[in-house]
């Protein structure tokens, strides 16, 4: 069994050296577990955080302990009356290794889903019908709560997450406009339906915003903080809504990111709201939001876009490219 550790906490943008790979005899599952060998693993921004060892919203991972991460695989071996070999299981709790024991009856986050090979490829478990479709799903719906018409600002847009945010903010009568960070991805952006976009590493984004949103922002996607969130809090139209998603922009300087108080005054003016979102509050709605997804997705309104290394070895590689953006749609590994 490959699997990577985490060898040393990074300080600014984590490299290959933090990661260790070590190779273990396949493991047993013990009563009532699974054993699952990886079909794909899921790299996801929010690593970044667990690399740390101040708890965030949730522990960081322990030096020589197995990464944490989403992974969808076959079942091998089962002592569940409800799995058999054969079965495909997801789960949030596989770490970056080959083979995982699961628990199927652990609830919450940390649970293992049953993936049905003939709805989707099963790799999608991870990707618009896994966590990164919820985050879009209830960020956007339950938390900007769009209403049509409304502009919406959606950073990262071509990513995992992103690209689904302008997608339902559509279905939802909305105006979407997409920040991302090259021509390419703007490209794909128009393709499946955002109606403007701002390349974040070329264009002068005060100007760009005001461009392109005349009469102001009334939700915000937020998936970067940093400069691209400095710049849209500037333009956000009465009682706009702001969704707090991630930071990845920051991921260089995690430790010591500072709380600015200079848009509280925008807040002020505007009664807008923000808001934190974490898409684990969700969870108990998982259902509905897949059940969503896949019928869009049947419908042809939706389209998406992953981006897919081979081979475990490649791993710290597919996380490193998300903090560059280097990644063009979801990042994936397919292990076998
Ligand atoms: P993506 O597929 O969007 O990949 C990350 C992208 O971030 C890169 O492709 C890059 O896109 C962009 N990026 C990287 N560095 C910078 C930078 N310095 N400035 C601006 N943009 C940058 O990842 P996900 O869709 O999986 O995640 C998007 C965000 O959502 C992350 O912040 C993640 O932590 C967050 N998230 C939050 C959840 C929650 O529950 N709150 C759940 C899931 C995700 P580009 O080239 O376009 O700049």
Same mark, same amino acid.
């Given at each position: 069994?490959?699997?990577?550790?985490?060898?040393?906490?990074?300080?600014?943008?984590?490299?290959?050296?933090?990661?260790?790979?070590?190779?273990?005899?396949?493991?047993?599952?013990?009563?009532?577990?699974?054993?699952?060998?990886?079909?794909?693993?899921?790299?996801?921004?929010?690593?970044?955080?667990?690399?740390?060892?101040?708890? *965030?919203?949730?522990?960081?991972? $322990? +030096?020589?302990? !197995?990464? #944490?991460?989403?992974?969808?695989?076959? =079942? @091998?071996? &089962?002592?569940?009356?409800?799995?058999?070999?054969?079965?495909?299981?997801?789960?949030?709790?596989?770490?970056?290794?080959?083979?995982?024991?699961?628990?199927?009856?652990?609830?919450?986050?940390?649970?293992?889903?049953?993936?049905?090979?003939?709805?989707?490829?099963?790799?999608?478990?991870?990707?618009?019908?896994?966590?990164? *479709?919820?985050?879009?799903?209830? $960020? +956007?719906?339950? !938390?900007? #709560?769009?209403?049509?018409?409304?502009? =919406? @600002?959606? &950073?990262?847009?071509?990513?995992?997450?992103?690209?689904?945010?302008?997608?339902?903010?559509?279905?939802?009568?909305?105006?979407?406009?997409?920040?991302?960070?090259?021509?390419?991805?703007?490209?794909?952006?128009?393709?499946?339906?955002?109606?403007?976009?701002?390349?974040?590493?070329?264009?002068?984004?005060?100007?760009?915003?005001?461009?392109?949103?005349?009469? $102001?922002?009334?939700?915000?996607?937020?998936?970067?903080?940093?400069?691209?969130?400095?710049?849209?809090?500037?333009?956000?139209?009465?009682?706009?809504?702001?969704?707090?998603?991630?930071?990845?922009?920051?991921?260089?300087?995690?430790?010591?990111?500072?709380?600015?108080?200079?848009?509280?005054?925008?807040?002020?003016?505007?009664?807008?709201?923000?808001?934190?979102?974490?898409?684990?509050?969700?969870?108990?709605?998982?259902?509905?939001?897949?059940?969503?997804?896949?019928?869009?997705?049947?419908?042809?309104?939706?389209?998406?876009?992953?981006?897919?290394?081979?081979?475990?070895?490649?791993?710290?590689?597919?996380?490193?490219?998300?903090?560059?953006?280097?990644?063009?749609?979801?990042?994936?590994?397919?292990?076998?």
């Amino acid at each position: 069994n490959r699997r990577w550790l985490l060898a040393r906490r990074p300080e600014g943008l984590p490299d290959a050296g933090c990661f260790a790979l070590d190779t273990q005899p396949v493991p047993a599952p013990g009563p009532g577990q699974i054993l699952v060998r990886a079909r794909f693993l899921s790299v996801d921004p929010y690593m970044r955080g667990r690399m740390s060892r101040t708890a *965030g919203y949730a522990p960081g991972v $322990g +030096l020589g302990e !197995v990464m #944490r991460g989403g992974g969808v695989g076959e =079942v @091998v071996a &089962s002592n569940h009356p409800a799995w058999a070999p054969g079965d495909i299981a997801e789960s949030m709790a596989f770490g970056w290794q080959e083979y995982a024991v699961l628990s199927p009856d652990r609830p919450g986050t940390d649970g293992v889903h049953r993936v049905d090979p003939a709805l989707a490829p099963i790799e999608s478990a991870l990707s618009w019908l896994g966590m990164p *479709g919820m985050t879009a799903y209830f $960020g +956007l719906l339950d !938390v900007g #709560r769009p209403r049509p018409g409304d502009t =919406v @600002v959606v &950073s990262a847009a071509s990513g995992a997450v992103g690209q689904l945010v302008g997608q339902i903010a559509r279905l939802s009568g909305c105006r979407a406009v997409a920040i991302a960070g090259s021509a390419r991805k703007l490209d794909w952006c128009r393709e499946i339906g955002f109606d403007a976009g701002i390349d974040h590493r070329t264009a002068d984004l005060r100007a760009a915003l005001k461009e392109t949103c005349p009469d $102001g922002v009334d939700v915000f996607f937020d998936n970067t903080s940093g400069p691209i969130h400095d710049a849209v809090m500037r333009r956000l139209s009465i009682g706009a809504r702001v969704v707090l998603c991630g930071r990845v922009a920051l991921a260089a300087r995690h430790e010591a990111v500072e709380t600015g108080e200079r848009h509280l005054g925008r807040l002020i003016a505007t009664r807008a709201s923000l808001t934190g979102f974490l898409v684990y509050d969700w969870w108990h709605r998982r259902d509905e939001a897949l059940a969503r997804l896949a019928a869009w997705h049947r419908a042809g309104q939706l389209k998406y876009r992953e981006d897919v290394l081979d081979g475990i070895a490649r791993m710290p590689e597919a996380f490193l490219r998300l903090l560059t953006g280097e990644n063009f749609g979801k990042q994936l590994v397919r292990v076998v």
